[in-house]
């Protein structure tokens, strides 16, 4: 049976992860409280923020704003885009 989660960022019972995606305390924060749906949109706007404004995570700066936007994505506050990215026509 697959184990729910009330989800942080879409406010529903949804199926939640496997495992906790990072260790520590904000791991089990994400593993108790984000569903699968959640991170895997985070992942996929993870990606177009490094690659639509050329991040760095060798770079300590590129890192700690990427954090700081998977926290505002997952609890559902306003986060940053990828200026000038359009998406493709389905």
Same mark, same amino acid.
């Given at each position: 049976?697959?184990?729910?989660?009330?989800?942080?960022?879409?406010?529903?019972?949804?199926?939640?992860?496997?495992?906790?995606?990072?260790?520590?305390?904000?791991?089990? &924060?994400? %593993?108790?409280?984000?569903?699968?749906? $959640?991170? +895997?949109?985070?992942?996929?706007?993870?990606?177009?923020?490094?690659?639509?404004?050329?991040?760095?995570?060798?770079?300590?700066?590129?890192?700690?704003?990427?954090?700081?936007?998977? &926290?505002? %994505?997952?609890?559902?506050?306003?986060? $940053?885009? +990828?200026?000038?990215?359009?998406?493709?026509?389905?």
């Amino acid at each position: 049976m697959t184990r729910t989660v009330m989800c942080r960022k879409y406010k529903e019972e949804l199926p939640g992860l496997e495992r906790a995606p990072y260790p520590g305390a904000k791991g089990e &924060d994400i %593993f108790n409280h984000v569903s699968q749906k $959640a991170w +895997a949109d985070w992942q996929k706007h993870q990606t177009l923020l490094i690659n639509e404004r050329r991040l760095n995570m060798m770079n300590a700066e590129d890192r700690k704003f990427l954090q700081t936007e998977m &926290d505002k %994505f997952l609890s559902g506050a306003d986060y $940053a885009q +990828a200026e000038g990215y359009v998406a493709p026509e389905k």
